[in-house]
């Protein structure tokens, strides 16, 4: 199966994190490979639990490699993954396009690949993803729903599909609301730019109400920003469902976060990767439900 999406993220510094861990059973002798784009944000650490979950629940091994967004070296670990001769590969691509080779040493070498959370560019047994778009029209509505007036949007890194797709599904469900986006900002999915873009945004346009942004972590950097008037006189919509971002919405400075359910992506990839690795059947496409967190429901998400 081929996949279209496209991801572009910044390129940091290389890391490497393996872990191992195996339990007992019928699939103990399958290794399965983890390639993560970085265990830096508290979304891909959950999704490593699930994943980590299901491979002692399935007793399967599973190692895990961190490319801390490094997409070059990202392709290196997954190379790395292959000659160490794991039975399947779950790919969370720093980048799009640049996980084609990646995807083609994998294929060569006759390893099932999975994609999890974001596309890869090439050949995939499955992929595992929640629809953004959706998440972030649901977005939008809530929003609309928690104020009226001027907006601003905070967008993920330039060329993400996560960052596209959110960001597209936002502009088609302002209609849902009295909302206006009247300035826009990037902040690369980063809680620091989050905070300094959302400054700069309210010193040029300070008649703002509400502010969507992509994930969770600029939802977080915008309400340190706003101080006092966040949760009162601009409302903040974040995106991911991540603990720090559930406390917000405990204490009334974020109005909803769209939750992906990380963990169970994390799962959800493994089942398939197993699968794989079994010859057996997979489900090529995984879709994960996303649900939209407020002040009326987080005490079912908080753990």
């Given at each position: 199966?081929?996949?279209?999406?496209?991801?572009?993220?910044?390129?940091?510094?290389?890391?490497?994190?393996?872990?191992?861990?195996?339990?007992?059973?019928?699939?103990?002798?399958?290794?399965?490979?983890?390639?993560?784009?970085?265990?830096?944000?508290p979304f891909?650490?959950?999704?490593?639990?699930?994943?980590?979950?299901?491979?002692?629940?399935?007793?399967?091994?599973?190692?895990?490699?961190?490319?801390?967004?490094?997409?070059?070296?990202?392709?290196?670990?997954?190379?790395?993954?292959?000659?160490?001769?794991?039975?399947?590969?779950?790919?969370?691509?720093?980048?799009?396009?640049?996980?084609?080779?990646?995807?083609?040493?994998?294929?060569?070498?006759?390893?099932?690949?999975?994609?999890?959370?974001?596309?890869?560019?090439?050949?995939?047994?499955?992929?595992?993803?929640?629809?953004?778009?959706?998440?972030?029209?649901?977005?939008?509505?809530?929003?609309?729903?928690?104020?009226?007036?001027?907006?601003?949007?905070?967008?993920?890194?330039?060329?993400?599909?996560?960052?596209?797709?959110?960001?597209?599904?936002?502009?088609?469900?302002?209609?849902?609301?009295?909302?206006?986006?009247?300035?826009?900002?990037?902040?690369?999915?980063?809680?620091?730019?989050?905070?300094?873009?959302?400054?700069?945004?309210?010193?040029?346009?300070?008649?703002?109400?509400?502010?969507?942004?992509?994930?969770?972590?600029?939802?977080?950097?915008?309400?340190?920003?706003?101080?006092?008037?966040?949760?009162?006189?601009?409302?903040?919509?974040?995106?991911?469902?991540?603990?720090?971002?559930?406390?917000?919405?405990?204490?009334?400075?974020?109005?909803?976060?769209v939750a992906?359910q990380p963990?169970?992506?994390?799962?959800?990839?493994?089942?398939?990767?197993?699968?794989?690795?079994?010859?057996?059947?997979?489900?090529?496409?995984?879709?994960?439900?996303?649900?939209?967190?407020?002040?009326?429901?987080?005490?079912?998400?908080?753990?």
């Open positions: 199966m081929k996949v279209t999406r496209r991801i572009a993220l910044t390129l940091g510094a290389a890391a490497l994190v393996a872990t191992g861990c195996s339990g007992t059973g019928a699939s103990g002798d399958i290794t399965i490979g983890l390639a993560v784009s970085t265990l830096n944000n891909f650490v959950e999704l490593q639990q699930g994943a980590q979950e299901m491979a002692d629940k399935l007793g399967a091994k599973l190692t895990v490699v961190d490319a801390q967004n490094d997409a070059t070296n990202q392709v290196n670990q997954v190379q790395t993954l292959v000659t160490q001769g794991v039975k399947a590969i779950i790919l969370n691509p720093v980048d799009t396009k640049q996980s084609a080779p990646a995807a083609k040493a994998a294929e060569q070498a006759n390893i099932p690949l999975i994609a999890v959370d974001r596309a890869v560019e090439g050949k995939v047994a499955a992929e595992v993803a929640s629809n953004n778009v959706s998440g972030g029209s649901l977005a939008a509505i809530e929003l609309g729903r928690a104020t009226s007036g001027e907006v601003a949007h905070l967008k993920g890194i330039p060329g993400a599909s996560a960052s596209r797709d959110r960001g597209q599904g936002f502009e088609q469900g302002l209609n849902s609301g009295n909302i206006k986006v009247v300035a826009t900002a990037v902040a690369d999915f980063d809680r620091a730019k989050g905070l300094n873009e959302t400054t700069n945004l309210m010193q040029g346009t300070p008649g703002i109400k509400g502010i969507f942004a992509e994930n969770d972590e600029m939802a977080l950097g915008a309400i340190k920003a706003l101080g006092g008037r966040a949760g009162k006189d601009v409302q903040v919509v974040g995106f991911d469902g991540t603990p720090d971002g559930l406390k917000a919405i405990q204490d009334g400075t974020l109005a909803a976060t992906q963990k169970l992506l994390g799962s959800k990839a493994v089942e398939q990767a197993v699968h794989a690795a079994k010859s057996e059947a997979v489900q090529q496409v995984v879709d994960v439900e996303v649900k939209v967190i407020t002040q009326k429901n987080v005490a079912e998400f908080v753990k």
